[in-house]
């Protein structure tokens, strides 16, 4: 019998999760004055979806194993964590351009980690549904 494992973050849940969150995003300001909840918002998003990719990682490991994969056990471990270590990286990179960009072009702030998080979160639902790859 299969043993499939269950999945870190339910995709449908990330994905009502995110438009409520960016639904809740105020409008940028028409001054050219930060918007801070906007920007921690976009970038809180932009490190969540690094953690869905990761998920979608390990699930697509395991329905591998559980599908009796010839493949040797050791090149399916470490799926997760290695998305991770090239995910986050790039994170805090544009995070941290994000926030020198927060006063002077405070829409390309919120701009920056939000299009990133739309990719990442592509990528992700793109592994959830292709399984064992």
């Known amino acids: 019998m299969i043993d499939v494992q269950p999945r870190l973050i339910?995709?449908?849940?990330l994905v009502l999760l995110s438009v409520c969150v960016l639904a809740s995003l105020p409008a940028a300001a028409q001054e050219n004055q930060p918007n801070n909840k906007a920007f921690i918002w976009a970038n809180?998003?932009?490190?969540?979806?690094s953690f869905l990719n990761a998920s979608a990682e390990h699930y697509g490991a395991r329905q591998c194993l559980n599908e009796g994969d010839n493949r040797p056990r050791v090149e399916l471990?470490?799926?997760?964590?290695?998305?991770?270590?090239?995910?986050?990286?790039?994170?805090?990179?544009?995070?941290?351009?994000?926030?020198?960009?927060?006063?002077?072009?405070?829409?390309?702030?919120?701009?920056?980690?939000?299009?990133?998080?739309?990719?990442?979160?592509?990528?992700?639902?793109?592994?959830y549904t292709q399984g064992c790859f």
Do not use: E
């Open 44 to 49: 809180g998003v932009n490190l969540g979806t």
């Open 10 to 13: 339910n995709p449908a849940t």
């Open 77 to 127: 471990r470490g799926k997760a964590q290695h998305s991770l270590m090239i995910a986050l990286p790039v994170d805090v990179a544009i995070g941290f351009a994000s926030w020198k960009l927060r006063r002077k072009h405070p829409g390309l702030a919120v701009w920056l980690p939000a299009t990133s998080a739309g990719m990442q979160t592509g990528f992700a639902t793109l592994q």
